[in-house]
């Protein structure tokens, strides 16, 4: 364990700069997290990131997910059906990769 934590310490040190998340990742898990948000307040909230919201729709009108009925045309919709945890998982990913 103390050969781990070691290593995983001298790979730490080795980073030198780490890429702060978008400020709209934090506002999404902000209202995500908030019990008195809707699907409405997401969407209000990604409306602010035309990149992540394309993902999002694009992610809501997969095949994976257009069984559950016609094809998503609103940001607001697409947040009903993927749901509140897929839609934070999908902007951190999104924040990290960029």
Known sequence: ?????????????????????????????????????????IAKVMSHDPSLTMRVLRLANSAYYTGAGGPITSVKMAVTR???????????TVAVIK
Do not use: W
């Not at 730490?12 to 307040?41: Q, Y």
């Not at 993927?82 to 951190?92: S, Y």
């Open 82 to 92: 993927l749901g509140f945890v897929e839609i934070r998982k999908l902007a951190t």
């Open 1 to 41: 364990m103390q050969c781990f934590r070691d290593e995983l310490m001298e790979m730490l040190g080795r980073v030198e700069d780490l890429p702060t998340l978008p400020s709209t990742v934090f506002a999404l898990e902000k209202a995500v997290n908030d019990p008195n948000s809707g699907a409405e307040d």
